[in-house]
């Protein structure tokens, strides 16, 4: 424990920063490489790479995640703001340029590619959109008369149909969600919860009714007919495993699921480390969710409620569409688990939103004092 | 900039985000945070649903009993012969199965499996392999040898399964009549196939097809003379180089199949050739123009309508012309004929005008009765229905009279045959045991007594004095009346290419079997003779009667003339 009278970054960083976080986003990062050491080698073997191919990118990755989840995590909420406007800017542009130049993958277009680096600028677009929608709406609740609930709603606009035009239906649907999340926190009518309620209803069927895929996917939920193959096998995987699990490099279900790597590593968590295990990593999604909404409740700036609150909720939503799909509970749907997941772009964006949420919850007793108008007009006028 | 651009948005706001600004303006905190711990409590609802899943998926049995449940191989009743010779019965072999998903390594499980199976279709099987199933055949019914073979490979993902598997200790003896079963051991042809149509089937759908409850199911056929038909029938195919042969013995009395057999045939313990073209079951799924064996019934309906006599006479001295055609006779006599010089000379002429005398619509009746014209009632599911002429005109009556223009199969004309013999009564054959009582219960009159007497007269005297006589068996009283018929070719009738037949009975005093033969296409025996059904089927019913006669319970009678008790009473 850094004394209080040691004035440096670090010491205040290591004195202001929320460990409960801190300790539960280093497990998940554990976990993720400790995982893709049982979930990956089948994958790489079947694709004809090395056995641990995958498991050494994962490392490779989750080493700069740390290093910039703690560096963001050194950030003052105006410093956040600001980049996270910047990251916004760039994700967009990205976003605009990945219909042309991206690379496609299965249909979509989603990646970009940069000195040899694949980009997915839509997982860097999520944290930034968070923060800025959070601003807008803090911004309107302080002075009614700025329209910053108009502005989000235009930028969800913006950014739903760049994920449409991908397409990518889950990263839509995210985004959406949370976007919508937020704008109920911050106080959104009752008629217009039953108004977007209803649009977004109607997306899902216009969704179901457009993209086949999706038609397809969602029937086979539904009747359980048709090639249900990766869900089956994913409950199939957690039924193996039983409580205790198989144990590790044990598991056989995990050798067939095409995607036990990405996003079905959950289910071969479950397989090779039992149930116990699931249960471990969803508490702690369920803790680092519910703890980010707990000091929302708290907090006393608008600003910093709605960013954290949207952080953790993205970070949520993505965590219970995957385990709901792994379990059979939703129809299959490519999500992504945060930091257990394979994936360069995903690890990296992840990182920086608990980065973020880490800058945003760090004690700041000065701020609960006199809460709200200061900082926040300091703040717009550096934008 | 950003003042202006704030500036801009603001008036336009203002006359449109009434709804927004309202509601934002009474935005407080408490809100705020009611709206935080209803999203809370949401989270915390779904995560709860992962924690009950989670927890219902651990109190789920994974599956370790060695591969998902697939229906098990079916158990089938023996069927045995009516004195219990085991006919079919159920053995076991063991079937490789492999559950894909929990194949590693496809490629190596195809190597190691193609050292001890080196038949096995790598392709094939690679792609079942790869097909994601959760359970593929990978070869069916294997040697206790070759599973022990493979288990020494020690494969993951594979797995042995006992299967039951049929198999017929008789070879092709009875292959028609007990037909086939799939690999599955479900019944798909002959009697294997009515057993499961009896309700056999639903009760393995059930799962109570229990090997020890199953009763074997008793046929009427009797082994012994079933192999020397059999036997009887290969010999005839190969001594008269015909493209096929068969016999059918039925008892007249309770309308039982003692025998029957059609060769070429199959073995159904390896029945790779049974579905060839020419291996049908010719007996009954296959219908002939039966040529002048139709004559039997032509005078018999002729005797029944009271209109004709045994003394009657009919005028052959010359062809009838009818239309394009003329109808002549084969051992043409130029003469007026009785009754029975009629029969035994097998004039066409004179079948012609005996038919004539009962009308167009009379003949086809009497034919309709006695069962010429419908398809055949019985377990056999192969049964061919004949074909009639769609309006019957005179020439139609005419040659059906002598047995062209109206095809039946072997099978019913034995049993239309039987009905002439045994007193008048038509019963429909049957494959499984009969008593007579039974068999009379069901059976209708179709001639009267009277008419049946006078036939087993002209049978026998036929068999004396007329074509059958090679089919004479010292001591049995054989009677019978062969048809040597020609068969179209391309369109018309060919002299030399013929479909022979000899309908029979025995022992003519109190006839109990009706035996039929026929020999499709027979080549002469020797150069220079003719091939006519008295040359060839007449004798394969006298060799079947000769050999299986004391099987079949016929005491022989020697020592007096039988042609004179039978032929005194008619005189």
Known sequence: MASRLDRSPVAIWWRTIDRWFLAAFLTLMGLGIVLSFAASPAVAERIGLDSFHFATRQIFFTLPALCVMLAVSFLEAREVRRMALIMLCIALVLMVAVLYVGVEVKGARRWVSFAGVSVQPSEFLKPAFVIVCAWLFAEHQRQPDIPGNLMAMGLLGVVLALLVAQPDLGQTMLSLGTWGVMFFMAGMPWLWIIVLGALGAGGALAAYTVFPHVAGRIDRFLTGEGDTFQVDMGREAVINGGWFGVGPGEGTVKRVIPDSHADFVFAVAGEEFGIIMCFLIMFLFAFIVLRGLNIALKEHDDFTRYAVAGLVVVFGLQSVINMGVNLQLLPAKGMTLPFISYGGSSQIAIAISMGMVLALTRKRPERRKSPGYPLAKHALAAE | ?571
């Open chain 2, 1 to 571: 900039m950003m003042k202006l651009w704030r500036k801009r948005l603001s008036k336009a706001e203002a006359s449109t985000a009434s709804i927004v600004v309202d509601g934002a303006r009474k935005a407080t905190g408490g809100r705020t945070k009611n709206r935080v711990v209803m999203t809370m409590t949401v989270f915390f609802g779904i995560y709860a649903t992962i924690t009950g899943r989670l927890i219902y998926l651990g109190m789920l049995q994974p599956d370790e009993s060695g591969g998902p449940a697939t229906r098990v191989t079916a158990s089938r009743p023996d069927i045995v012969d009516r004195n219990g010779e085991v006919l079919a019965t159920d053995i076991k072999t063991l079937s490789l199965f492999a559950e894909p998903r929990r194949i590693v390594d496809a490629d190596e499980v195809i190597e190691k499996l193609s050292t001890v199976l080196p038949d096995i279709d790598v392709e094939q099987t690679y792609k079942r392999l790869k097909s994601g199933a959760g359970f593929v055949w990978l070869k069916r019914q294997l040697s206790p040898r070759q599973q022990a073979d493979i288990m020494q490979l020690g494969l993951p993902g594979i797995g042995f399964r006992t299967e039951k598997r049929r198999f017929y200790p008789g070879g092709p003896t009875a292959a028609h009549i007990l037909g086939l079963t799939n690999i599955d051991n479900q019944g798909i042809a002959g009697m294997e196939k009515y057993i499961d149509d009896q309700g056999l089937a639903d009760l393995q759908a059930s799962g109570l097809a229990d090997a020890k409850d199953l009763r074997p199911v008793r046929l009427s056929i009797d082994l012994r003379v079933q192999h020397i038909v059999r036997d009887e029938v290969a010999k005839a195919l190969d001594k008269y180089q015909a493209i096929a042969a068969g016999a059918v013995v039925l008892n007249v009395k309770t309308g039982e199949v003692l025998a029957m057999a059609s060769v070429p045939d199959f073995d159904p313990n390896n029945p790779y050739n049974a579905l060839d073209k020419d291996h049908l079951n010719r007996m009954s799924a296959g219908v002939y123009e039966m040529g002048s064996t139709i004559k039997s019934f032509t005078t018999a309906m002729a005797l029944d309508s009271g209109k004709v006599t045994l003394n009657s006479t009919f005028d052959a001295t010359r062809p009838i012309t009818i239309g394009r055609q003329t109808i002549r006779d084969f051992h043409g006599k130029g003469r007026v004929l009785s009754v029975p010089e009629v029969f035994i000379y097998s004039s066409n002429i004179g079948s012609a005008r005996e038919a004539d005398v009962v009308g167009i619509e009379g003949h086809r009746e009497f034919l309709k009765r006695i069962g010429l014209l419908d398809r055949l009632q019985t377990e056999l599911p192969e049964v061919a229905r004949p074909t009639e002429p769609k309006v019957w005109k005179k020439v139609h009556s005419i040659t059906i009279s002598f047995g062209h223009g109206m095809s039946t199969t072997p099978l019913q004309t034995a049993v239309g045959a039987a009905a002439l013999m045994n007193g008048g009564y038509l019963m429909n054959p049957t494959f499984l045991p009969r008593t007579e009582q039974d068999a009379m219960a069901s059976a209708k009159q179709v001639v009267n007594t009277k008419t049946s007497q006078d036939m087993r007269y002209l049978y026998l005297l036929n068999a004396e004095k007329g074509s059958g006589k090679r089919a004479e068996v010292p001591g049995y009283r054989v009677g019978g009346k062969t048809g040597t018929a020609e068969k179209v070719v391309n369109g018309r009738y060919a002299s030399n290419v013929r479909f022979n037949a000899f309908l029979a009975a025995f022992p003519m005093d109190d006839p109990q079997y009706v035996v039929l033969s026929i020999v499709d296409e027979p080549k002469p025996e020797k150069p220079g003779m003719p091939a006519t059904a008295g040359l060839n089927a007449a004798p394969v019913v006298a060799n079947i009667i000769r050999r299986s006669a004391s099987f079949l319970g016929v005491k022989p009678e020697f020592g007096h003339e039988s042609e004179a008790t039978v032929a005194s009473s008619y005189d």
